[in-house]
């Protein structure tokens, strides 16, 4: 695993967004007051920005994660990263969460609503 000072190798995509995303199936989204069973419940840790990069990957150009991710769910990406994109490289931010996202999908109409959070730590600045 490279360091955050190792040399970045060339790269014809840069990506530098990541978030470990839930997809939560429902039947049908609930009203006030109303509890309703999931129909599955999904750890996903390829993001949309992520997944953009990897079909870059897929169509030949060689791609690149470089980001900041917290000690919690940031493991969990790790996997996603080296497996898809040439070369990943992070900055691990302690006693921080990683962005993540709920995605809540009704079965019966398709349609989603997302619930996310990302910390200011994990954004990347000029310092970093």
Known sequence: MPSPSSPIAPADVVVSTNATDTIIHLPRFP?????????????????????AAVACSHWGLRTCYIGKIGDDLGEF?????????????????????????????????????????????VAIHPGD
């Open 77 to 121: 990406q790790k996997p996603e990263m080296l497996q898809e994109h040439n070369a990943a490289n992070w900055l691990v931010a302690r006693s921080c969460s990683s962005q993540m996202a709920f995605i809540l999908v009704d079965q019966a109409s398709r349609e989603r609503a997302a619930l996310w959070k990302s910390d200011p730590v």
């Open 31 to 51: 009203s006030p007051d109303l509890k309703v069973e999931t129909l599955s419940v999904e750890p996903n840790a390829e993001h949309q920005v992520t997944g």
